[in-house]
């Protein structure tokens, strides 16, 4: 391997990048599209409410929501939606899994521990101290802000922040067994499956922080000033959930190697619709909406609906974007990975072995 920060960029031709960026853009601008039909056809078929809503610590476990879920969806046409853009979603990802254009190959272990600036113990080290943080503040906004209440679970933003929780865990946990050498040298199935999910979690989190804090301090908080209900946004849990994780995020990006890979953006759409069938589940059992936007009695719906996916689109972009100029600045100035120097030992002997073979083939 190269001791650059980014040894895959010049693998990566501009053909590539445009054909993944063509692919993933066309079926997010299909997605949207369908969505925002047949969420007009949602609203023009509007769906009973439930009024009793359920009885429990977390309202959507009734037993009765499951069927309130499938009226909500069959009722006002949405089922046709939810069960195209499924299918869409994995053809599309057959499509691009059987042309490789997903990239996983560019994954390597420099890329997940190493750091342009920090060792790779020193890196490590700071992926824990932030998920323990993260731990933390994740503890408090339970325990003091819900006062235990489940329903905190309900919103995107802790969806969001849990993945980025995960992502500096999992990370520090791969950073210290790379550096104790407590890992083969040949990566299992599972091995390789958990450093890529921790890579997809890494390009999920940095276009979310952009969107969940944008969301929160621009169009919820004044809806919640109108409704007399500041404090639920203004208090330090807040803070930390739309405010500390973009800095959190943002330092291990600039440091880090981790590539995005414009195809990976379907695992944003993945994650997207999730949230977006939890809502939905959520309404039904409870006939409460977590965010007034996705309200699909609204007439404005469709707009929220299509608006919000473009905007994931847009700041996933954002982000590929800002990565190949950290790459540009990081070549220009010569900045390479820094190595402990058991590393930096290894790959002297590696050049002086291959040298003698050379020789000795000559």
């Known amino acids: 391997e190269s001791s650059q920060c ?6 990566v031709t501009l053909r590539t990048v445009v054909r993944q960026a063509t692919t993933s853009t066309a079926f997010w601008l299909v997605s949207t599209a369908g969505n925002a039909a047949l969420l007009q056809l949602a609203h023009e078929s509007s769906p009973p409410r439930r009024s009793d809503g359920a009885v429990g610590v977390i309202p959507f476990f009734s037993q009765y929501w499951f069927f309130d879920m499938a009226d909500l969806i069959i009722n006002s046409g949405l089922i046709a939606f939810v069960v195209v853009a499924w299918l869409g979603w994995m053809v599309v990802v057959g499509v691009l899994w059987r042309k490789r254009l997903f990239r996983f190959e560019l994954l390597s272990k420099r890329a997940l521990v190493c750091s342009t600036i920090l060792t790779p113990l020193q890196l490590a080290i700071c992926r824990a101290v932030i998920a323990a943080w993260a731990i933390f503040i994740w503890i408090w906004s339970l325990v003091v802000e819900h006062h235990g209440d489940p329903i905190m679970f309900c919103f995107y933003t802790v969806w969001n922040y849990s993945m980025l929780l995960i992502f500096f865990a999992g990370s520090s946990v791969l950073g210290f067994c790379y550096q104790f050498r407590l ?7 599972g091995r390789l499956c958990f450093e ?37 946004i203004v208090n330090f849990s807040s803070f930390n959930v739309h405010g500390v994780n973009f800095a959190l995020i943002a330092f291990d990006f600039c440091i880090n190697a981790l590539p995005v890979v414009p195809a990976h953006s379907l695992f944003l759409l993945a994650w997207a619709f999730s949230y977006m069938l939890f809502s939905w589940a959520y309404f039904a059992g409870s006939g409460r909406w977590m965010y007034y936007f996705l309200d699909t009695d609204k007439p404005t719906a469709a707009l929220w609906y299509a608006g919000l996916l473009l905007a994931h689109l847009l700041f996933f972009l954002l982000v590929f974007g800002l990565t190949l100029l950290k790459d540009r600045l990081l070549r220009f100035k010569g900045r390479t990975l820094k190595l402990n120097q058991r590393e930096e030992d290894e790959e002297d002997q590696e050049a002086l072995d291959e040298g003698a073979e050379r020789q000795r083939l000559l």
Not at 6 to 11: A, E, K
Not at 198 to 208: A, G, K, L, S
Not at 226 to 231: F, Q
């Open 6 to 11: 980014h040894p895959r960029l010049p693998r």
């Open 183 to 189: 890992l083969n040298a040949t990566p299992s199935r």
């Open 196 to 232: 890529r999910t921790i890579w997809v979690f890494f390009q999920i989190c940095c276009t979310m922080v952009f969107l969940v804090d944008i969301c929160v301090w621009t169009i919820l908080l004044p809806q919640y000033k109108k409704d007399g209900n500041e404090a639920a």
